[in-house]
Nanobody
Framework: VQLQASGGGLVQPGGSLRLSCTHSGSIFRINAMGWYRQAPGKQRELVAVITNMDSTNYLDSVKGRFTISRDNGKNTVYLQMNSLKPEDTAVYYC??????????WGQGTQVTVSS
């Protein structure tokens, strides 16, 4: 099982980006998928998660600005990020949870919010 993340880049404050994370390989069970991020000198933090029942949860600082969604037909989870702030700058990592905790990770994708 592999995860392929894409969609990062450089954007001005107030701008938007959409991250995508596609899984490949045989998967018989998915509890949840989501995104963590890690900024330089900071701990990794959970940004957003979507469960197999389409329940979602967000980091407080991104609520109302970020939206996580999934397209089962495309094996893809998206993170729509609007009204981006410089403090959103980080490497974003998607993950797959099959057994109650993240067990498959995608490569990181850099998001930089700067004028």
């Amino acid at each position: 099982v592999q995860l392929q993340a894409s969609g990062g880049g450089l954007v001005q404050p107030g701008g938007s980006l959409r991250l995508s994370c596609t899984h490949s390989g045989s998967i018989f069970r998915i509890n949840a998928m989501g995104w963590y991020r890690q900024a330089p000198g900071k701990q990794r933090e959970l940004v957003a998660v979507i469960t197999n029942m389409d329940s979602t949860n967000y980091l407080d600082s991104v609520k109302g600005r970020f939206t996580i969604s999934r397209d089962n037909g495309k094996n893809t989870v998206y993170l729509q990020m609007n009204s981006l702030k410089p403090e959103d700058t980080a490497v974003y990592y998607c993950y797959l949870d099959r057994w109650g905790m993240p067990d498959v990770w995608g490569q990181g994708t850099q998001v930089t919010v700067s004028s």
